[in-house]
Structures are given as structure tokens and as C-alpha cells.
């Protein structure tokens, strides 16, 4: 079956600007992931949605950062006025709740 | 600093086996998970070991569990080239994955 989709995959963007991601997760995960990957380092946790509802946005780094999934299937990570420490992959993953993360490719977010 | 801890980097002739180390802290941790990320990729489930286990084999790839010591190893038996990768252990809190900075396998000839 379908894995967990990523768009776009590449994204370059100027510091300030707004940018969106979006994440398509595997068809019937009620759980989906969000998370971020700096250069050499290991994914850190954004935020956990369980249905349509942020159940932990504890990893969001700060208010520029905020994420939504409407319907509890599609999420999109919002980005306002983006920063060079921003660049980064960024990491959906989806679930059914209590078994393993599933992974999308990621989208890489360059902030010139 | 990693709550999760790995070594960074392993050179590994092809047809021997790879071991890569693994620390975490959560004690609580009730799932513990490798993954391998390919360049440019995203991350692929390996294998995971619930913490009231001491092993687990699943073909080329055998984990092991030292919970007193809160030391996780993943063993590849007969590693081959397409074995090169980051590989990543990820300590599960509730529904949170922590993840090591992840251990670069370069498989040579």
C-alpha cells in the first residue's frame, strides 16, 4: 500500500516569508508525527496529532510554528516568517495509536 | 546533550557483521526501535524490541537489550553494500520518539 507522502519535497524559500508542508499519511493511522531534522543530528519531536486534534505541541519550537489537521487525515505544518535556523528536513510520520511510526521522505526546507 | 547516544561512524568489510551501540536514559521506555535513513531519504523501520525482551532476530538483523544497563545493539550479519546507511536507535516515550544522532555504516569491498 501507499506509504506516508511528503510535498514538496524540496523547498527554498527567503528569511520572512511563510511556507507550508503538507503530509499525507498512510490511509487509516488515526496518529500522525511531525518532526525535524537538523544536519548530522537525529530527528527531534514537533508535534503529535491523534485525530484531528494537537495532542502534544510541545516540540514546536515557538509561535511561528504551528500545524492542523482539519479532517484527522492531511496535516500541514505552517511556518510564519521563517528564519535561517529554520532550515532543516522536516519529518511526517504516521500510526495506528501505540505501534511504530511509519515515515515519509521528508521535505528539506532551505531559508536563504 | 543526546539523551539517546551512538557512536558516529562504522567501517565495516562486506560480508562480515556490523554491530552498532546504543545508549538511552528512559527507563520507561517501553519500545525501542532502529531505523535506517539512505541519502536523501527518509526513515525506515528495521525492527523494534519491546523493553521486557532480551532479544530479537529477524533474518540478517538480531537486536539486543541490556535494560539494566540501558544498552540497545543492533547486529548485521553479512553485511553488504546496500547495507550503507545511517542508522538510528529511538527510544519510545508514550507516543514520542527520541532518537540518536544516528551511526553512518560504510560497507567497503
Known amino acids: 500500500g501507499a506509504g506516508v507522502s511528503q510535498t514538496p519535497s524540496n523547498k527554498v524559500t527567503e528569511k520572512g516569508k511563510y511556507v507550508e508542508l503538507r503530509c499525507d499519511p498512510i490511509?487509516?493511522?488515526?496518529?500522525l508525527y511531525w518532526y525535524r531534522q537538523s544536519l548530522g543530528q537525529g530527528p527531534e519531536f514537533l508535534i503529535y496529532f491523534q485525530g484531528t486534534g494537537a495532542a502534544d505541541d510541545s516540540g514546536l519550537p515557538n509561535d511561528r510554528f504551528f500545524a492542523v489537521r482539519p479532517e484527522g487525515s492531511v496535516s500541514t505544518l505552517k511556518i510564519q516568517r521563517t528564519e535561517r535556523g529554520d532550515s532543516a528536513v522536516y519529518l511526517c510520520?504516521?500510526?495506528?495509536?501505540?505501534?511504530?511510526?511509519?515515515f515519509g521522505p521528508g521535505t528539506r526546507l532551505t531559508v536563504t | 546533550g543526546e539523551d539517546v547516544e551512538q557512536s558516529l561512524f562504522l567501517s565495516v568489510r562486506e560480508g562480515d557483521s556490523s554491530v552498532i551501540n546504543c545508549t538511552y536514559t528512559?527507563?520507561?521506555?517501553?519500545?525501542l526501535y532502529w531505523y535506517k535513513q539512505e541519502p536523501g531519504a527518509g526513515l525506515q523501520l528495521l525492527t523494534y524490541i519491546f523493553s521486557n525482551m532480551d532479544m530479537k532476530q529477524d533474518q540478517r538483523l538480531t537486536v539486543l537489550l541490556n535494560k539494566k544497563d540501558k544498552h540497545l545493539s543492533l547486529r548485521i550479519a553479512d553485511t553488504q553494500t546496500g547495507d550503507s546507511a545511517i542508522y538510528f536507535c529511538a527510544e519510545s516515550r508514550d507516543y514520542k520518539l527520541s532518537f540518536g544522532a544516528g551511526t553512518t555504516v560504510t560497507v567497503r569491498a
Open positions: 528512559d527507563s520507561s521506555s517501553t519500545y
Open positions: 510520520a504516521s500510526s495506528s495509536p501505540g505501534y511504530e511510526q511509519y
Open positions: 490511509s487509516g493511522h488515526t496518529a
